[in-house]
């Protein structure tokens, strides 16, 4: 099956090829040798995939598309303010090549041409030679590849360019450019004349809609402030004299260029770049604009038709109670937990965090009376935050912390720009915590609170095998027999005492220390305290499932299974009372998982 | 803890509440007796939250606020068409109360007075006498609750509207209003004088931000096209001659009114409603503007900053293997099934489905070759699906079909408007299925993919003991005994065999028809088949844990726990056989139960 938007381009194109209206810019005697037939249209989506039909490859001049990035580009690297200073932002009303500037003697918008000469000049008069070439490498970062200059189109823009020159004086007088104009006005007409596809619009609308992550490189470019602002300007001013109605109607921030190219960006869901040289009377591409139509009218695209649901962000909200870490406790630190099960509570979250998603996550913190003195967010299906949604889980956090509670975010590595943005905002949050997996942020929850209530390790003393669960109920005379059967073992921590896949011929009894059971991978199944066993499967099971190894000194009683058969030949009565035990302690453990699963599909 | 937005308004509240500056509208009398220090905030979730500070409770008139609704209830109830053939979309660069008309002899738009009174107009010539009741009503059903007219605000509007009556005679002139100028004025006036306070114009705002739906109530009262046009409208046109500045700096669609009220919408996030009455000299009130500044530079909430990631929708995504439904199977057809472990593919989704996100889940399905022959969608954690989605879902679904994939919905029922919205787009996919249970439609499934390969179901046939897991192992002498201790029961299809939370006192061996274990809640933990023990956790557990219904006509043998002490009395090695059996059947369900908890974990 071919994806439906792979299809729906396909007919796009298809369909629109048919139409031959339009005429082909001929202000350039460069650009009108351009081929009218030539029509493609590219898709990037936020996770960078990139659909394409038609020619998509074909390269052409950008022309007014770099008014938007360079745009972009002016606030990134003079400062809003400057900028800002500069150049207004309202609607011109007039031709995109008119002469006119607002009350202010400054030029109305950036997406006018006096406008795009003004940042032209400030990315020139601010750091002199080579601005041109800081502009190239922008939107080739932005493309994800390589850009060129067609020097044939760069020399006539500049041999026809009178009128840009009569701007470019104009704003000189009004000193909203300094310097040498011709220099100003060469890095214009060159950032006009840079090559591009269809393919590598739509990489860069789709930078734009994906809050100026390149999403096939993965490169950050811009900053969300210069995102937005392009993108304002693009709504309002972007497709020439047409802007009213192409908010209301179409709705995705977009620019037009002579070139035939339009570029379009729906912020959050993808970038689009079209190509086909006729245009209409405003100066767009033909069959970019019909493209551009049939793609909001169908799909319902328009920039501000958002839906959402705060709700579906928390995935799990519980109490640590039952269902704990993997770490197994001995009996009276259980039972300190159970005592104190709604010390612990775990929110799991999911998707990206916004404003609205971490302010529904704040309500339900606000809304109980906090018994919970340890609160785990994981974070590990989080990809990503906004600077706002940062800033608000920031202030709760902060919040909590006034109230005592302590807040360990889990599913997260100290490292990650995740961590980073929640940090930035928390920097007063002393007691936050990071843990890379959940199950080591509730261990060390469990921890804190056993402590808090007095529970103690007990590590090297021995323990007795009356106090393993497996021996429960048998007589002092059946527990001397196993322990007469057995043998007693010490290992060094770090040592492996059992062998995943090898033959499952005994079982343990752990005495003092501590062991973890892991998978090859490394993965940790539980770590068991003295008075459990392990290798107790080998009663039920030919084989071992798992590795076990010493994280401590540890001793323990080896019992083999063939010493176990003959005990129970001989007791029959403690035979059945240890599968018995067996049964329960699986029945427990099966108890835990079911109630994870519950708990995990719940929500 | 209070949340942190709460903190943020009382904030915002104490700081703006010293700012004396702007003046009441005094252009109508009664308006200008309003006090100029009440100074209302709220803010409305879309999940219904309602925060509000100050004067949030103190009831005011609606004014031009009144323009943007009205516009959205002319869209949905005259129709796209006529209400655009009247009034354009442009920003008019001209006052609010400007005489003029575009070039077409049309309003500019519908938020100055003369695009409003041609929105009245035609509300009323189309239905005539009720068209201000309708208004109310609408009005009424935004804030949830039911809104009154300030007869004296009313009153003095219509004495002193002089200017209106001109623009409203001028566009009788060009036929844009027909009939009755005095009945449509009437109309304009009273909708201008609706009484409403900022906690109202929050959930009002807070209904264009949740897609016409009010957050609140949970009524839908818009379709997505008129929220889209009127946000369109109110993000160019809304803050009257400040459009450009509004959108690139402020960046929320809003709308104020001279009676000293804000709304702002921004879309998928919130609602925020303002009141005080001085205004700036736009027009705007200014302790409002001072407010959406503050929250959207606060938290950068301009309506173009979004992020977002597709990849989180997918929250799982397996083959049907090892752990599938909880309906136990014989081993024969369980064989079928592993056998055929890739012909069931489950993904389970979750958050409001978008176009990018259903477009992301299209390429998964189209990435492989389709080997799975059931594809389960699972929606349980969808809350929503926006039209974009849908259609796409719909296309990508037939799609499906057409390479012989039978797609089963599941977690909605169908009566559900999530599940309405998806088969409005696959009405042609015969095959798509619902139901309401992952578990229901994994079973139907695997019911398909056993039929398919020759497995049949023997439930009326007795099965004998021996075939009993449980069992399993035992000499026939061991059997024969349990036989003889036991007594064979019947049940009709619908009786209750066991009863939660009751003693435990004896197993069961199913030997023909089907049984289910549930939950007094009604959930299924499992069904089971002829060959299968229930309540054989008696040998370990005091109490039962859950229900078992008789699911057709079942015939089994009961066997009282006492009758089982006195057999592994007197048959040690069939004792110990047995415990170890259920230790064996205990360990596969903790494995596949473990296998759900790390395959739920793992996204």
Known sequence: MQPPLQ?????????????????????????????????????????????????????????????????????????????EAAIGVEPSGEAFNSIRLNADNKPFNPMVNAGAIACSGLIHGAEGDGAFERIRNMLSRLAGRELDVDEAVFASERATGDRNRAIAWLLRNHSVIHGDVDAVLDVYFRQCSVLVTARDLAIMAATLAN???????????????????????????????YAGEWVYRVGIPAKSGVGGGIVAALPAQLGLGTFSPPLDDHGNSVRGLKVCEALSSRFDLHVLNRSGDVRSCIIADYDVAGPSSRRGRQPQKQKILELRQDNIRVIELVGALTFATVDYVSRQLADKQPKAQFLILDLRRVPSITLAAARLLGETLAGLANDGVTTILAGLEAKSPLFEAIRAWTAEVARLRQFPLLDDAIEWAEDQVIYRYGGFMRLTEMTHLSEQALLAELTPEEIAEIARLGATRSYLAGQRIIVADEPAASLFFLQSGLVSVKLPSGVRLASLVPGMAFGEMALIEQARSADVWADTAVECLELPVIAFNSFR???????????????????????????????????
């Open 7 to 83: 299809q729906f381009l396909t007919r796009c194109h298809e369909e629109f090829v048919a139409d031959r209206s339009g005429a082909v810019a001929d202000y350039i005697p460069e650009l009108s040798k351009a081929d009218p037939a030539a029509f493609g249209v590219s898709l990037a989506t936020i996770d960078g995939y990139v659909y394409e039909v038609g020619d998509s490859a074909k390269p052409f001049t950008i022309q007014s598309i770099s008014k938007a990035f360079v745009f972009a580009l002016a606030l990134e690297t003079q400062g809003a303010e400057r900028v």
């Open 211 to 241: 809050s100026g992550v390149n999403p096939v490189t993965g490169e950050h470019i811009l900053a969300p402030y210069a995102v937005a602002r392009t993108l304002s300007l693009m709504t309002t001013s972007g497709m020439y004299d």
């Open 569 to 603: 030949k001989n007791h029959p009565e403690g035979g059945q009372r240890i599968m018995c035990n067996l049964a329960k302690l699986l029945a427990q453990r099966l108890i835990l998982s079911n109630i994870k699963v519950d708990r995990l599909s719940a929500y």
